[in-house]
């Protein structure tokens, strides 16, 4: 294996470390030739969080490897086939390949130790990292990385007996020279917006002006790492509707109060009666003033005759022969 020929990537699930939250994920590069390793911490796994990561591994070596080792994730792989056919590629990873100039390499079906250099590193980490420690935060975790590279660069590997930080060194730089721009990776969807002006993307709900949309209109959601714009749609005139900060929770509620500008709240709706629409004169007039009294005159009941009789009457029929109290 050559000098900044290759680099391998894995995914770690790592359980019980970040306070408050059940699992993090943890990704992994780790440059061939030197075993040189490189390691982020995330809550998802997603398209523009896998990329993200990519990008961080990147700048954090300097360069860009010749290759990529991955299995076959759907992040990388678009459609699972046969063994044996051509493995088609997502379309995103095939542009951001692109973009910083290496060659996606997907392992053949059945070859479970295709990527050992990178699973192997999932491992040390884990253990040295991770092992007996609680975080309060992403950041946290990738500053423990960081503290502790250090120390895994100094040992000797036992495979390649010498030195990983030295030959770490020829390593990068052969790499390949980092883009001027990096690539801006986003997944793509379509969502309607309900009634509330509210749309529904993994799981949580993002607000959008309720003034720039109507009720099941179609937006366009592009997520990226962290972020969540909504657009409208060429139809609707296009344009960015909404930037949020992207939910870390399922069942969230991402909300820009003043989105809500425009909905009917119970205030602002008012009754009013029309001149043909007034009670007659000979009505009674109902109980009470404003809206209220004026829906209960107006209603056909109010209408009806009612006989009015002393009090004396009723009195009389309850106690036979009584005109009056005494």
């Known amino acids: 294996m050559a000098a900044g020929a290759q680099a391998q990537v894995d995914w770690g699930e790592e359980s019980g470390v970040l306070i408050g939250t059940p699992k993090v994920y943890s990704f992994h590069m780790v440059l061939s030739y030197s075993r040189d390793p490189f390691c982020c911490y995330t809550a998802r796994t997603d398209l523009a969080a896998f990329f993200g990561c990519h990008i961080r591994a990147f700048e954090y070596f300097g360069g860009v490897p010749d290759s990529v080792v991955y299995d076959r994730t759907k992040t990388v792989v678009h459609r699972h086939v046969a063994p044996g056919k051509a493995v088609p590629l997502h ?94 990776v986003a997944e793509q969807h379509l969502r309607r917006v309900g009634k509330d002006c509210l749309i529904s993307f993994e799981a949580s709900m993002y607000s959008v002006p309720a003034r720039q949309v109507r009720p099941f209109q179609r937006v366009h959601v592009r997520a990226g790492d962290g972020k969540v714009a909504i657009y409208a749609l060429p139809g609707d005139g296009g344009g960015l509707l909404a930037v949020h900060a992207r939910a870390q929770r399922r069942g969230s509620f991402v909300v820009d109060q003043a989105h809500w500008d425009g909905l009917p709240d119970g205030r602002t709706r008012a009754v009013t009666a029309a001149a043909g629409d007034a009670p007659p004169a000979s009505r009674p007039a109902a109980a009470g003033t404003g809206t209220l009294g004026m829906l209960l005159a107006a209603h056909p009941a109010a209408a009806a005759p009612v006989a009015r009789r002393p009090l004396s009457d009723y009195e009389q029929g309850v106690f036979p022969g009584m005109t009056g109290r005494g």
């Open 91 to 184: 379309p995103e990873a095939v542009a951001f390949a692109g973009h910083y100039g290496f060659d996606i390499d997907v392992l053949a079906a059945y070859r479970p130790t295709g990527k050992g250099r990178v699973e192997r590193q999932v491992d040390i980490a884990r253990a040295h990292v991770l092992a007996g420690r609680a975080f309060f935060s992403l950041e946290e975790m990738d500053a423990a990385f960081l503290d502790w590279a250090p120390i895994r660069r100094g040992q000797v590997h036992r495979t390649h007996q010498e030195v990983i930080g030295v030959r770490a060194a020829a390593d990068r730089a052969a790499l390949r020279p980092l883009p001027a721009a990096p690539y801006l």
